[in-house]
């Protein structure tokens, strides 16, 4: 290869000096860098052989961080949870002014709060467990591993305790310091004063023809209030409470109304009935109200209020306001009549209890139909049971006591017994409406119940085999008299009492126009035979023969006249005497027969004076023989058969089983039943 001359050949030279200076360098960084490397070596084994003991004392430190790094995760995962529990207990205290202050002014709002606090409770209980296991865990998690400070185990784990007991207990009130116990006893208090304030005495309202619709006792409102309030407390277990308050007050609220109606009689403990009517009529009435308007009132309301919680509970409810009330009060006066001696009187009576409570039934069957009202159920059935066989039994024994009363002396003044009079007239009120009616239905259950079936007959046969017994007691007594006068006016007075006291009646319907003219045949034939046997034998003594034919012989005539008159004055004086003792109750008979007695005495005795009376006017004792004047004659026989003051109804004695052994004028007869009536004419 050769060199060029040319003037490119200056340039190459020069590049290959500049690469041999280039290549010189090299060479002397390498000499400097191994000159290095050989001094270097030395001081890297020397690291070496320290890097096992430093590895080990760093290790420790690398784990720390590991365990630092895995509680951080445990930390976020319990703030979480424990901040949210914290956020809702500061949400709980802020409720506190609002439920600390009186729900009247505004319930809704306070209602409201009262909701909020509920389900703060509610996320509280809820969440609660979770922070906490969340911070077991952590205070575990440090324990295990040694993180932190040792003398603060024992205080969070203590802490934590406290939180698991609370748990343990389940009493969520507690987790608000018992705010919510305090809230539901303000809503308490709003409900009993919400009761009170509106509670007012139902006033007594006469039963009418037309159906009462008793008004809601309570205004709508409160009736919303009281809802919304109960349940609030339902919901927090305070329904009982709820309950016990609301009877209180309803039930007090009741009674009230019924007590100021005078109620006292219900708590009368008495024998008899007699003497009693005003008050069952009163009970009847007072019943009909309690039920029908006050109780039934009590009823709706207690099924507006109580709505949302069901007819179990407000059925029982309203059971435990009708006994506060005093139902028991009215059915134990009921019984207590039931119970008392039997007398005609009381079978009226209880027929009157009978109707009144047959007229409630449906009433009865609606408000008393629960289980709730199982009492008042039962006793108004043991009341209807005795009410029923108490009167069928009275009525199957009337014809028995007057019977018994046949052994009884006659009456001493020929009067109507009371037997008679009394009888005659309660017959035809069994057959007249209401009592003919309501007799038949007891009749009717009574028989059911004995498997037994009722006809009509057997009502009216009964009707009309105590009006034939009657008959016959009437005529047994007659037999009795001493004196056939006597014995003649009483059936005379007998006799035409059945006409007038029957006829036109439904009894004298059952007996019949041939029965009534029979008695009023009879009657008739009494009064003549009375009168033939009484003043008419009285004219035969005022006979004028012989007074007559001896004009010329006046002290003959005198002497005549005297012994007439004498024994005139002596059958008449005796005769009146009687009949002074006697009665006859019809005045228009009494009447009759004090007309009949003067017309057939007064004007003969009045023309036989003016003719003969002459003859002993004088006479030194002229009065010893003109005893009477033809005016005092017709006076005193005007006056005849005054009727004497009848004893009252009530005084007659009562039916009885008691076998007692008496006298004649103590009421009781050898068999031992006692008299059924007592009568004005002395027939016990």
Request: with cysteine; proline share 4%; net charge neutral.
């Amino acid at each position: 290869m050769g060199v060029k001359s040319d003037g490119g050949g200056g340039s190459g030279f020069e590049s290959l000096l500049a690469a041999r200076k280039s290549l010189a360098k090299t060479l002397e960084k390498s000499r400097v860098l191994a000159s290095t490397l050989e001094q270097t070596g030395p001081r890297l084994e020397e690291l070496s052989s320290r890097l096992p003991a430093l590895e080990a004392a760093v290790y420790p430190m690398r784990n720390h961080k590991q365990i630092l790094l895995g509680l951080g995760g445990h930390i976020d995962r319990a703030v979480g949870p424990a901040s949210a529990v914290l956020r809702v207990f500061d949400a709980v205290h802020g409720l506190e002014e609002s439920l600390l202050s009186d729900p009247q002014s505004d319930i809704w709002g306070y209602l409201a709060v009262v909701n909020r606090l509920e389900e703060a409770l509610k996320f509280l209980s809820e969440n609660c467990t979770v922070a906490t296991q969340w911070l077991e865990d952590i205070v575990e998690y440090i324990g295990r591993h040694n993180v932190g400070e040792v003398c603060y185990l024992p205080r969070l784990r203590e802490s934590l305790e406290g939180l698991r007991a609370l748990q343990r207990d389940q009493d969520p009130s507690r987790l608000d310091g018992g705010l919510l116990d305090v809230a539901l006893d303000k809503l308490e208090g709003e409900f009993r004063r919400l009761l009170v304030e509106n509670s007012v005495l139902l006033p007594l309202s006469l039963p009418s023809d037309r159906p009462c619709i008793a008004p809601s006792p309570l205004p709508v409102p409160v009736v919303k209030k009281l809802q919304v309030i109960l349940e609030r407390l339902t919901v927090n277990d305070r329904l009982e409470r709820c309950l016990e308050i609301y009877v209180d007050v309803r039930g007090g609220n009741a009674r009230a109304s019924l007590e100021a109606l005078q109620l006292d009689y219900l708590q009368e403990e008495f024998i008899s009935v007699l003497g009693k009517d005003e008050y069952i009529d009163q009970w009847t009435r007072h019943l009909e109200f309690a039920v029908k308007h006050l109780l039934d009132a009590e009823y709706k309301l207690c099924g507006e209020v109580y709505e949302k919680i069901g007819p179990d509970v407000w059925l029982g409810c309203f059971g435990k306001i009708a006994l506060q009330a005093g139902m028991m009060g009215f059915l134990k006066f009921g019984e207590t009549v039931a119970n008392s001696k039997q007398d005609p009187i009381k079978l009226l009576k209880l027929l009157d209890i009978f109707d009144g409570l047959n007229k409630m039934r449906p009433d009865f069957n609606k408000l008393f139909g629960s289980k709730g009202c199982f009492e008042i159920q039962n006793r108004t059935r043991d009341l209807v049971k005795m009410v029923v066989e108490g009167a069928c039994q009275i009525f199957r024994e009337l014809l028995t006591q007057v019977e018994l009363q046949r052994q009884r002396p006659a009456p001493s003044d020929g009067g109507v017994p009371m037997l008679v009079s009394f009888l005659s007239e309660y017959c035809n009120q069994l057959l007249e409406d209401p009592y003919r009616s309501i007799l038949t239905q007891v009749l009717v259950i009574e028989r059911s119940w004995r498997r037994e079936s009722f006809q009509e007959r057997i009502l009216l046969e009964g009707i009309v085999s105590i009006i034939r017994a009657l008959e016959l007691n009437i005529e047994t007594w007659s037999k009795s008299y001493g004196d056939p006068v006597l014995s003649h006016l009483f059936l005379m007075n007998n006799h035409w009492h059945f006409y007038v006291h029957t006829k036109g009646t439904k009894l004298g319907d059952l007996l019949g126009d041939a029965w009534l003219m029979e008695h009023q045949q009879y009657k008739e034939y009494y009064v003549a035979v009375y009168f033939k046997d009484s003043w008419g034998k009285l004219p035969s003594l005022l006979s004028r023969e012989g007074l007559i034919l001896f004009s010329g012989g006046r002290a003959t005539a005198r002497d005549l006249l005297k012994q007439r008159l004498k024994a005139f004055n002596v059958a008449f004086d005796d005769l009146y005497k009687k009949h002074a003792k006697w009665i006859i109750p019809d005045k228009e008979l009494g009447a009759k027969i004090c007309h009949l007695a003067v017309q057939a005495l007064v004007p003969i005795y009045r023309s036989y004076m003016q003719n003969y009376g002459p003859l002993v006017e004088q006479d030194e004792s002229p009065k010893k023989y003109a005893k009477y004047t033809a005016e005092d004659l017709e006076r005193m026989l005007g006056g005849l058969f005054q009727q004497k003051t009848v004893k009252p109804l009530i005084e007659l004695p009562k039916l009885s089983r008691t076998v007692t052994v008496g006298g004649a004028n103590n009421g009781i007869i050898n068999n031992g039943k006692t008299n059924l009536l007592r009568t004005s004419s002395a027939v016990i």
